[in-house]
């Protein structure tokens, strides 16, 4: 791979701007530069060859920081734990989405999630975060982070930015903020976090803490990057559990976080010693899910828009939680229409009754299958109350209206009237 950023990353022709999903196909990638193939071979190469040892030399300052770029000076591949072609021509194209200057690839969401943590919070710090947030987000905020001298404050999504300003002032109590973490919309409530908001109150914080300023993180995984560009509304950072809905078929785990090059730097740097890449061939993998990434958005979401009408017109459902249906002139529906493009096609219903209703739903579907996690080709249901959230203090479980007659649903891109008549038919039964 060349030094210089070269026609392979063309944005425009003329001055028409080319949309992401047209440049999924070749961007990034010079067929030249691999004997003509048209697409990416897997450079299965733990190492690469410097042509002579000055080259070596000045990859090795660059990629240690030893001395700053010249102009338009990138550095060149050493090793793989470092930088791989498939990693290179995968974040290049996962930055396209958010329009942002750097994209780094990860073994896994929480693998992204972490390193970003690790880099930007040091003893003494505080993150503060909203709630509910991933199972693994909150066990390593709540149960690893103290062990390290960082302490947490939450606040609960939906609620809006009344409940963010207070946590920030709690947060100010107990240390420095370094980062403010943000899922929204949350799972599997769907509760909203106002994103410009949170801009306009972290920028004051760092004014009172010295200029010192907290990086706010934003876990773009359930409606990015099609229907939710954090980015483009005040966040520092946009994290994504690829495993979802950008890999999209279920067969693979990675992860990724979009930022500024200024950002994103310190990012790297603990990636490279931490270990947490992504490998090549799931690169791949990922790369060849982005060419269909936003069909499969846009089909998934259709199907959900039709389920979510069914369900809340269903005698045996009692709450629809589908961010389609939020009120209008109310304060969520205000943010929703500032920061989504769609309500997505994960959501959560309640039937009438309890665990034992919520089971027999579960139970008597035949085609749509029983299994956490979510953003696939196939539509997949769970019960948040008793699995994904398990974990979570029966308590916090209802104040957040986690119930236990909950089902979370992931709508996959099959036919919808099957998929409807599966959830009648199970419905049917209580
Ligand atoms: C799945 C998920 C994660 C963790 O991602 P992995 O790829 O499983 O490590 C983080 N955040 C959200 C919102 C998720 O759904």
Not at 223 to 244: C, E, F, N, R
Not at 301 to 330: C, M, Q, T, W
Request: net charge negative; charged share 25%.
């Amino acid at each position: 791979m060349p030094t210089q950023k070269k026609n392979y990353h063309k944005r425009y022709i003329g001055d028409h701007k080319l949309h992401a999903e047209s440049q999924m196909m070749g961007y990034g990638y010079d067929p030249a530069l691999s004997e003509g193939a048209l697409k990416p071979p897997v450079f299965m190469t733990s190492t690469f060859v410097f042509d002579n040892a000055q080259d070596g030399k000045e990859f090795f300052e660059l990629a240690y920081g030893k001395r700053t770029a010249n102009e338009g000076e990138e550095s060149g591949l050493i090793y793989s734990r470092i930088n791989n072609p498939d990693l290179e021509v995968l974040e290049d194209r996962l930055a396209i989405w958010e329009d942002a200057e750097k994209g780094l690839s990860f073994s896994s969401g929480m693998a992204a999630i972490s390193t970003c943590l690790w880099a930007y919070l040091r003893p003494g710090d505080v993150i503060v975060h909203s709630a509910p947030i991933y199972g693994g987000s909150e066990y390593l905020i709540r149960n690893i982070l103290p062990e390290f001298g960082v302490e947490s404050v939450e606040f609960e999504s939906g609620l809006l930015d009344y409940t963010l300003a207070d946590a920030l002032e709690e947060g100010l109590t107990k240390g420095r903020i370094s980062v403010v973490y943000i899922e929204t919309p949350a799972n599997p409530t769907n509760g909203l976090v106002d994103l410009q908001r949170c801009r306009k109150l972290v920028d004051a914080i760092a004014e009172r803490q010295g200029g010192h300023k907290p990086i706010i993180m934003v876990d773009n995984t359930f409606l990015g990057p099609v229907w939710q560009q954090a980015l483009k509304h005040g966040a520092d950072i946009s994290i994504y559990s690829l495993t979802k809905y950008v890999a999209g078929h279920s067969d693979v785990v990675a992860g990724a976080a979009l930022g500024s090059a200024e950002v994103m730097a310190p990012v790297m740097g603990f990636r490279t010693i931490l270990g947490t890449m992504c490998d090549p061939h799931t690169c791949w993998l990922v790369m060849r899910s982005l060419e269909t990434l936003k069909l499969r958005m846009e089909r998934s979401a259709e199907n959900a828009a039709h389920i979510a009408s069914y369900l809340r017109d269903h005698p045996k459902v009692e709450r629809v939680h589908y961010l389609g249906f939020l009120e209008e002139g109310s304060e969520a529906r205000k943010v929703y229409d500032q920061q989504c493009l769609s309500a997505g096609s994960t959501f959560s219903f309640d039937v009438k009754g309890g665990e034992k209703e919520a089971f027999r739903v579960l139970d008597t579907l035949s085609f749509i299958k029983l299994a956490v996690s979510l953003g696939g080709t196939e539509s997949l249901i769970e019960h948040p109350f008793s699995m994904t959230h398990a974990d979570v203090p029966d308590d916090v479980k209802t104040r957040l209206g986690i119930t236990e007659s909950m089902i979370r649903i992931s709508v996959g891109v099959e036919h919808v009237d099957d998929l409807i008549a599966d959830l009648r038919q199970a419905l049917d039964s209580i």
